[in-house]
């Protein structure tokens, strides 16, 4: 049986774990020297919907056909439903069924 | 409450606590519970081919909490711990989770109104679905805090949880790309848009955002293109002019 908390192991957790608590603060951090001007406060009404794009974006591009498909569906049934619940169900059902299906990607 | 009478008033209400916004918490975070079992089983799968004790992984999720990060993680991890391969590992990580810097930046004007001891714990807690929710919410005028850290802390729960069956149930998940399960986040992410949308100039950032990502993503080798993508978006709103009507309603 392995051991069950293995020394170098839970270092790296430690490093990994500093590293995320700094990202999780550090932002928090630093707004708190930044002055709520108009311009500053238009970058951060801006910020949740780029944050969204910029990681969601490249994925759909790069996921090939189904996980592109499963995503153009999340949104349609958004906006038929306007129901988040169902929209992540109809995301994961549609890219679940194509690749059983046998499509790739 | 002076200030809710007004359409997107330009300063929103200060944070407060009040416990009933604790159950609107936890339902808008709702459509994320299914996705986080599903994920969060997957890694458990993971981490028992990769040989790591159920211990062990208890502990990464209970510490590093970042669910996307902890996979690349172990995908990549080594044979051998050495100073430099858990330097790597470190730098991995903190790609995949930069973007939390830019989530609890944008709770700023809001949770900056709280205590220091009430603020920054609250932050240890973001994630994407929990951020999202309490962004949108946070859009709509609320200022509770409870919202947001009420369905964090269900989130963090089921994450704390959901890896066991899967450790347990190894060889049938080990494969989550067979359930949808790597759509759940983007499925979110993309449903979350839809109410966001507030006319074409609202999403000339959010094409920048996109664009920049993308030329990113296709340049530069691992995680960077969200954080300079999300960046770049930001930073052309605030290069665009100010659109007035309606945005500039100061109240004192």
């Given at each position: 049986m392995a051991e069950a908390l293995r020394g170098d192991v839970?270092?790296?957790?430690?490093?990994?774990?500093?590293?995320t608590v700094a990202a999780r603060l550090g932002g928090f951090w630093l707004m708190s020297?930044?002055?709520?001007?108009?311009?500053?406060?238009?970058?951060?009404?801006?910020?949740p919907g780029s944050i969204i794009v910029a990681a969601a974006l490249p994925v759909a591009v790069n996921g090939g056909p189904v996980v592109m498909f499963a995503i153009v569906a999340a949104i349609a049934a958004t906006i038929v439903s306007r129901n988040d619940f169902i929209a992540v169900i109809v995301g994961m059902a549609v890219a679940a069924a194509a690749r059983a299906a046998g499509i790739g990607g | 409450m002076t200030s809710g009478l007004t359409k997107a008033p330009l300063t929103k209400a200060p944070a407060y606590w009040a416990k009933d916004a604790i159950w609107p918490g936890i339902v808008a975070i709702g459509p994320m519970l299914p996705g986080t079992l599903a994920f969060g089983m997957a890694f458990g799968a993971l981490c028992a081919q990769k040989q790591f004790s159920l211990a062990e992984v208890e502990v990464m999720m209970a510490f590093v909490y970042g669910g996307l990060s902890q996979f690349v993680a172990v995908q990549a991890w080594p044979d051998h711990l050495t100073g430099s391969s858990i330097a790597t590992l470190a730098l991995l990580t903190l790609t995949v989770n930069i973007r939390f810097a830019l989530m609890s930046a944008s709770?700023?004007?809001?949770?900056?109104?709280?205590?220091?001891?009430?603020?920054?714990?609250?932050?240890?807690?973001?994630?994407?679905?929990?951020w999202l929710a309490a962004t949108r919410y946070?859009?709509?005028?609320?200022a509770n805090a409870w919202f947001f850290v009420g369905g964090a802390l269900v989130l963090y729960a089921l994450w704390l949880v959901a890896a066991i069956p899967g450790y347990l149930l190894a060889e049938q998940l080990a494969d989550p790309r067979k359930y949808g399960v790597d759509l759940a986040m983007p499925a979110f992410y993309a449903a979350m848009l839809v109410p966001a949308w507030k006319g074409p100039r609202r999403a000339i950032p959010w094409a920048v955002a996109g664009a920049v990502a993308l030329g990113v993503h296709w340049l530069v080798p691992g995680w960077w293109f969200i954080i300079v993508g999300a960046i770049s978006g930001a930073v052309s709103a605030g290069l665009m002019p100010s659109d007035g009507a309606g945005r500039e309603t100061r109240h004192g």
């Open positions: 839970m270092l790296a957790f430690a490093v990994m774990t500093a590293v020297y930044v002055p709520m001007t108009p311009r500053v406060r238009r970058m951060m009404d801006a910020l | 709770l700023r004007p809001w949770f900056g109104t709280l205590p220091r001891w009430q603020s920054y714990p609250s932050m240890l807690l973001v994630t994407d679905g929990g946070r859009d709509h005028g609320g």
